[in-house]
């Protein structure tokens, strides 16, 4: 499995990204697809996470602002990211999980700043 990640880059406080991303191999049904983030010398956390049902979860500090959508056909997974902070600056991961094993993409740096 290789996931694809794109959409980061450099916004103001308040502005808003869309990061998408993209599996491509022996991709399973069932699978949970997620994002992920680092901020700068920090652990790596999670954002959000949704199941092939559609089923969502997401960190308290980013609820209300961020959205996590899936294209289950395209094998793609989005995350909306509105209203955004400084303190969302971090490189952001996309993960895909499912039975046979975990696959993390290359990272996308977001930045929020002025």
């Known amino acids: 499995v290789q996931l694809q990640a794109s959409g980061g880059g450099l916004v103001q406080p308040g502005g808003t990204l869309r990061l998408s991303c993209v599996a491509t191999g022996g991709v399973y049904r069932s699978n949970t697809m997620a994002w992920y983030r680092q901020p700068p010398g920090d652990q790596r956390e999670l954002v959000a996470s949704?199941?092939?049902?559609?089923?969502?979860t997401y960190a308290d500090s980013v609820k209300g602002r961020f959205t996590i959508s899936r294209d289950n056909t395209a094998k793609k997974v989005y995350l909306q990211m509105n209203s955004l902070k400084p303190e969302d600056t971090a490189v952001y991961y996309c993960?895909?999980?499912?039975?046979?094993?975990?696959?993390w993409g290359r990272g996308t740096q977001v930045t929020v700043s002025s």
């Open positions: 993960n895909l999980n499912q039975y046979n094993g975990q696959w």
């Open positions: 949704i199941a092939y049902s559609g089923t969502t």
